[in-house]
């Protein structure tokens, strides 16, 4: 398949097709192309064709790399370095990306981060605060100190170079995986799933995931705006935040078919029957949109042709025993 020309800056999200093509041209050769399994016929107990894209074997175990990349690379960035709030896969893109271009890096993650991904950070060469008890604590200190000491500041999902980049994933399941009636996609700030909407447009339908304890997509579909929530559960060190961002909600009107959430214990479940049989250690995120079709909340027709991002795993493998 091939974007539509009017997909681009002319699209109702700003971001469409052109400026995907345009990220995947900028972060060429810095991101690993990533497999694709399409599974036998019933498996996991779905009655559909049913696609796995392993974004979670991607640099530093998730998608991210893939927006950092892509708004590093569009930047002059300052001696001062890039700075960067995350519950943890975000901060581990940035300085996965920084390290690569030689740029300094400062990252900010908050308490509730798992202490797996802050000891990977540690290991690496960035400068790491631990701040905060959710995301958006972490990144208001974040947006100060980078003002001060005059950073870059990159935004997990709130940039449309980050979205950008990470429909560069889309991009390339369309590409191994031609053909899907339907994508299902994770949803925490939206950076994923609205660089989804924003490759696919309308030649697909789009299934945005997000777990019952941070609403935020559902909560702005409701309100006909951004709103703020209250988030918590399994899955909030990776699609914890409290508001989706401006730029993938312009992409997500415009072009997600269907929202819909998931119980702490369906995204549970679906991790485990990843690993049990697929042999996948995906986070809680990471299996998130995989949760929609095991629990029922997205029921496809019988051969419809499903794709699924699994877009995490750095998770503690002991929780799968």
């Not at 631990?130 to 870059?152: F, H, I, K, N, P």
Request: glycine share 12%; proline share 7%; charged share 20%.
């Amino acid at each position: 398949m091939s974007p539509s020309p009017d997909g681009a800056s002319g699209s109702p999200a700003g971001v469409g097709p052109a400026e995907v093509e345009a990220a995947a041209e900028r972060i060429g050769g810095r991101v690993r192309e990533t497999p694709v399994i399409a599974l036998e016929p019933g498996a996991l107990g779905v009655d559909a064709e049913l696609t796995l894209k392993l974004e979670l074997l991607q640099h530093t175990g998730s998608f991210k790399p893939r927006g950092a990349f892509s708004a590093m690379l569009a930047a002059d960035v300052p001696a001062a370095g890039v700075y960067a709030a995350s519950g943890g896969n975000f901060a581990l893109a940035v300085a996965h990306a920084a390290a690569r271009l030689g740029h300094p890096a400062t990252i900010f993650v908050p308490e509730a981060s798992p202490p797996a991904k802050v000891e990977r950070l540690r290991r690496g060469t960035c400068e790491v605060v631990v701040v905060g008890a959710l995301y958006d604590d972490a990144l208001a200190v974040c947006s100060e100190r980078a003002a001060r000491a005059g950073g870059l500041e990159l935004h997990a999902f709130d940039d449309p170079l980050v979205v950008a980049g990470q429909g560069t994933c889309a991009r390339e399941l369309d590409r191994q995986a031609p053909g899907l009636d339907t994508v299902l996609v994770a949803v925490g700030g939206g950076g994923l799933a609205g660089g989804t909407c924003a490759w696919y447009t309308d030649r697909a339908r789009i299934v945005a995931v997000e777990p019952e304890r941070a609403p935020t997509l559902a909560r702005a579909r409701a309100a006909g705006a951004p709103v703020e929530v209250e988030v918590g559960g399994l899955a909030a060190d990776s699609l914890g935040a409290r508001r989706i961002g401006a730029h993938p909600w312009r992409a997500l009107e415009a072009w997600a078919d269907e929202s819909v959430l998931v119980s702490d214990e369906s995204i549970r479940a679906a991790q485990r029957l990843l690993w049990d049989q697929v042999r996948v250690a995906a986070e809680p995120g990471g299996a998130t949109a995989l949760a929609a079709l095991l629990s029922g909340a997205y029921a496809p027709a019988a051969g419809e042709r499903v794709g699924v991002l699994v877009c995490g795993a750095n998770l503690d493998p002991s929780v799968l025993a």
